[in-house]
C-alpha cells in the first residue's frame, strides 16, 4: 500500500465509522433493529459494526504514520498549542467518563416540569467526553501534517464533532428537557460562559475533583514516557 492509497484508505475508513455511529443511531433505524432483534441484539450488533470500522481504521494508521505530502511544518507556537490542548482534552474527557449523563441528572422545577440540572463541566461543555477527544486530536492535527495524519486525526475532529450535533438533534426533538438544557450549554467549550449563559466560577468550583486529580496524573504519564510509547517526544 502506498502513501497515497493509504490515506485514501485512511479517510474512507473513518468515514466508514462516523457513517455507521451516526446511522445506526437515527430514530428510523434504530426503531426497525431494536423491534426485529431486540434491545440487546441492537446493542451487540452496534458494537460488533463499530468495532469492525474502528480497529481497521487504527490499524492501517498505525502502519503508515507520518506518510504522503506534508501540508504544513511544526512550529513552537503550533507545538505548545497542541501540549494544552492536549491537558484540557485529557481533563474534559475525563469528566465524561466519570461524570454523569446529562439524562441522568433530570430535576423538577418549581413548575413540576423536567429540568437537566448543569453542573460542573457540563457548564463549560456540554459534550466533555467528546470535546476531550476532539481536542486530543486537534492536538495531533497542529504538530502532525503529512497527509496519512490528517487522513487520521482529522477524521477524528469530524468524527466528535458530526456525532456531537446528531445526538444534539436527536435527543433535542424527543425531550423538550434537552431542547432547554441545548439552549442553555454550548458545544465548544466557554462559549455559553462569555456569552452569560452560565457562570465560570461555579464550573471551576463543581468540578469533579477525582477527574482533576486523574487527569494531572494521566497527562505526566504520558509525556513522561511518551517518547519511549510513541517514538516521539513531545517537545522536540
Known amino acids: 500500500m502506498d502513501s497515497i492509497s493509504s490515506y485514501a484508505v485512511i479517510a474512507l475508513l473513518g468515514v466508514a465509522f462516523t457513517a455507521t455511529h451516526i446511522g445506526l443511531c437515527t430514530k428510523a433505524v434504530r426503531t426497525r433493529l431494536v423491534a426485529g432483534i431486540s434491545e440487546k441484539g441492537y446493542l451487540a450488533l452496534y458494537s460488533i459494526i463499530s468495532l469492525a470500522t474502528s480497529i481497521p481504521w487504527i490499524h492501517v494508521y498505525a502502519s503508515h504514520v507520518h506518510e504522503g505530502p506534508v501540508l504544513w511544518s511544526v512550529t513552537t507556537p503550533t507545538r505548545f498549542a497542541a501540549i494544552f490542548l492536549v491537558l484540557i482534552g485529557i481533563m474534559l474527557l475525563l469528566h465524561g467518563v466519570l461524570g454523569p449523563a446529562p439524562s441522568s441528572m433530570m430535576k423538577k422545577t418549581a413548575r413540576k416540569e423536567e429540568e437537566i440540572e448543569i453542573r460542573g463541566a457540563l457548564r463549560i461543555t456540554r459534550h466533555p467526553l467528546s470535546v476531550g477527544i476532539l481536542f486530543f486530536g486537534l492536538a495531533h492535527l497542529l504538530v502532525r ?31 423538550e428537557a434537552y431542547k432547554t438544557f441545548r439552549s442553555k450549554t454550548s458545544f465548544f467549550p466557554f462559549v455559553a460562559i462569555l456569552s452569560g449563559k452560565q457562570d465560570l466560577n461555579e464550573a471551576f468550583a463543581e468540578l469533579n475533583q477525582v477527574a482533576l486529580a486523574l487527569g494531572f496524573a494521566a497527562y505526566a504519564l504520558l509525556f513522561a514516557f511518551h517518547r519511549s510509547w510513541f517514538g516521539v517526544s513531545p517537545f522536540h
Open 145 to 175: 501534517g503529512a497527509a496519512t495524519d490528517i487522513a487520521f486525526w482529522g477524521g477524528l475532529v469530524l468524527f466528535c464533532w458530526l456525532t456531537a450535533i446528531h445526538q444534539d438533534s436527536r435527543k433535542a426533538n424527543s425531550s
